[in-house]
């Protein structure tokens, strides 16, 4: 497998779904075409807040592509004196790092180019895999919200901690709930197909590492591919704007299709299989994962399984709602469901990170 040198820090959320009461037709349907219902649309001001979240969260991701393509900054560290110093210390020197990106970037426009590719290229991701859950809630008349994009903080590496929206009736069928679960992750997949292959052709030759601790990334199995076809480089190369904006699409998309609980993959899989299965196959992932993430640290020298883990966890604890009906998906939707296995692995890495 071959491995890229950079750092990176990703988060996702996901909201649980919401009871509530929704009007009964005033007739008597056939139960094996179940009702699509009306839902109503978001509001002006709706639209106003999550437009306002999705600006904040181009910007702050904006501003990661600035650091992932900018050489390392060592601003002087503050001179700490006094206890209100030392308190001070660690959010002045922040300041500093934040201040001095800032300085270079309005220096180097190349830079700020490169945080705009990485920005438009990770949100265009994002959106994708949230309009997909979004339009086909519209299309089966589940309330949701429009999508939440959350920012982080500048220095966090991805600008954001991903995006969700939340429903707020029941899901009224098997069919709607395999529909909407797997609607996001596989609209996201295609948008990030275009955004990795132009990261894989435009790589090139990463320069001299400077000794100390090394972080890698390692490539999914779509990266490995796309490289065999297309004559890539993998090895030794230096990743840019779209490299990462599709890494982390990729390691989004994987984390979203684990079978457990909530998450995009629990929910296909709780149509797909039931109730008892899905629970069953949840702490068979969640074990599974728990192994890796202790196998990673040994191996790879890296803690990030260990908060794959805990997020499973998480969704262990939350219950997932039963659909209204539970009528057969049909022949079309378990190949769709196969086609989403085949997507999985082709995000999904082991052990994403080694430190050296």
Same mark, same amino acid.
């Given at each position: 497998?071959?491995?890229h040198?950079?750092?990176?820090?990703?988060?996702?959320?996901?909201t649980?779904?919401?009871?509530?009461?929704?009007?009964? /037709?005033?007739?008597?349907?056939?139960?094996?075409?179940?009702?699509?219902?009306?839902?109503?649309?978001?509001?002006?001001?709706?639209w106003?807040?999550?437009?306002?979240?999705?600006?904040?969260?181009?910007?702050?991701?904006?501003?990661?592509?600035?650091?992932?393509?900018?050489?390392?900054?060592?601003?002087p560290?503050?001179?700490?004196?006094g206890?209100?110093?030392?308190?001070?210390?660690?959010?002045?020197?922040?300041?500093?790092?934040?201040?001095?990106?800032?300085?270079?970037?309005?220096?180097?426009?190349?830079?700020?180019?490169?945080?705009?590719?990485?920005?438009?290229?990770?949100?265009?991701?994002l959106?994708?895999?949230?309009?997909?859950?979004?339009?086909?809630?519209?299309?089966?008349?589940?309330r949701?919200?429009?999508?939440?994009?959350? /920012?982080?903080?500048?220095?966090?590496?991805?600008?954001t901690?991903?995006?969700f929206?939340?429903?707020?009736? %029941?899901? /009224?069928?098997?069919?709607?709930?395999?529909?909407?679960?797997?609607?996001? %992750?596989?609209?996201?997949?295609?948008?990030?197909? %275009?955004?990795?292959?132009?990261?894989?052709?435009?790589?090139?030759?990463a320069?001299?590492?400077?000794?100390?601790q090394?972080?890698?990334?390692n490539?999914?199995?779509?990266?490995q591919?796309i490289?065999?076809?297309?004559?890539?480089?993998?090895?030794?190369?230096? %990743?840019?704007?779209?490299?990462?904006?599709?890494?982390?699409?990729?390691?989004?998309?994987?984390?979203?299709?684990?079978?457990?609980g909530?998450?995009?993959?629990?929910?296909?899989?709780?149509?797909?299989?039931?109730q008892?299965?899905?629970?069953?196959?949840?702490?068979l992932?969640?074990?599974?994962?728990?192994?890796?993430?202790?196998?990673?640290?040994?191996?790879?020298?890296?803690?990030?399984?260990?908060?794959?883990?805990?997020?499973?966890?998480?969704?262990?604890?939350?219950?997932?709602?039963?659909?209204?009906?539970?009528e057969?998906?049909?022949?079309?939707?378990?190949?769709?469901a196969?086609?989403?296995?085949?997507?999985?692995?082709?995000?999904?890495?082991?052990?994403?990170?080694?430190?050296?």
């Open positions: 497998m071959d491995n040198v950079h750092t990176l820090a990703s988060n996702i959320e996901k649980p779904m919401s009871e509530s009461v929704h009007v009964v /037709p005033p007739f008597a349907p056939s139960r094996d075409v179940p009702v699509k219902r009306q839902a109503a649309g978001p509001s002006a001001r709706e106003i807040k999550h437009s306002a979240l999705f600006l904040l969260t181009f910007i702050t991701a904006t501003f990661a592509g600035i650091v992932i393509a900018a050489p390392a900054v060592d601003p560290e503050p001179v700490a004196s206890l209100l110093g030392y308190v001070l210390y660690v959010p002045e020197y922040y300041g500093r790092i934040v201040a001095a990106l800032l300085s270079l970037a309005i220096a180097n426009p190349s830079l700020i180019k490169s945080g705009l590719t990485f920005s438009t290229a990770l949100l265009t991701i959106t994708a895999h949230e309009m997909g859950h979004y339009l086909a809630c519209r299309y089966y008349g589940v949701a919200t429009l999508p939440f994009f959350i /920012p982080a903080p500048p220095l966090v590496l991805t600008g901690f991903g995006a929206i939340k429903m707020k009736s %029941p899901i /009224p069928s098997r069919r709607a709930l395999f529909d909407i679960g797997l609607a996001g %992750p596989l609209a996201g997949f295609v948008a990030l197909l %275009p955004v990795a292959l132009g990261g894989l052709l435009s790589l090139q030759p320069p001299p590492q400077p000794a100390g090394v972080i890698i990334l490539d999914p199995l779509l990266f591919i490289a065999k076809l297309t004559g890539a480089n993998l090895a030794g190369a230096q %990743p840019n704007s779209f490299y990462m904006a599709a890494w982390i699409g990729l390691l989004v998309t994987s984390l979203n299709l684990m079978p457990v909530q998450l995009d993959g629990g929910h296909g899989t709780f149509a797909v299989f039931g008892r299965a899905h629970k069953l196959i949840g702490r992932a969640f074990v599974t994962v728990a192994v890796m993430s202790v196998l990673g640290f040994i191996w790879h020298g890296s803690p990030s399984g260990f908060l794959y883990t805990v997020l499973l966890a998480v969704m262990l604890k939350v219950r997932h709602p039963a659909p209204e009906e539970m057969p998906l049909g022949r079309g939707r378990i190949v769709v196969l086609i989403t296995l085949i997507v999985f692995a082709l995000s999904f890495v082991p052990f994403p990170i080694t430190i050296t």
